[in-house]
């Protein structure tokens, strides 16, 4: 009986320890430096995944791929304007089916990426300049605008 429990003991002690490890990989401290194209599609890939509205619950604010004065911007328009109608990082009403990035054009410590989104029934993209600046050697996300 002493030995049942000793390895039900065990047991329970290393499904803990596997979920442990496997929840740390989902949140990995050491992420490996992005280039600029990568921290755009990172973000965009959570942004339009997200559950729910990333605007009207302010998850964004928590984004390591914003830098401080884009989320303050975006929190100064919400603020004012509330939801609206234009999400602020798509520039667009709906959410894209999908979307790509082309590689980035870096000068020094700014990029420029074109970000092409992918409507329901639309083979056509819509694009989008993301401006990015580079801090403490990872890219940020500056601006987003429509392409002239």
């Known amino acids: 009986m002493l ?34 194209a990568e921290v755009v599609a990172h973000f965009y890939r959570w942004y339009i995944n997200h559950p729910g509205d990333p605007v009207l619950d302010r998850a964004y604010r928590s984004s390591t791929y914003l830098c401080k004065s884009l989320v303050d911007e975006i929190d100064e328009t919400h603020a004012v304007w509330g939801s609206g109608d234009i999400d602020p990082f798509l520039l667009a009403p709906d959410v894209p089916q999908r979307f790509t990035v082309e590689d980035a054009k870096v000068s020094g410590d700014e990029a420029s990426v074109l970000l092409h989104l992918y409507w329901v029934d639309n083979a056509r993209p819509s694009s989008r300049i993301i401006g990015l600046r580079q801090v403490d050697g990872r890219w940020e996300i500056t601006s987003i605008s429509l392409v002239p």
């Open 3 to 36: 030995i049942w429990r000793w390895q039900l003991g065990f047991l329970a002690l290393a499904l803990v320890l596997t979920g442990t490890v496997s929840a740390c990989a989902l949140f990995r401290l050491d992420d490996p430096v992005l280039d600029a």
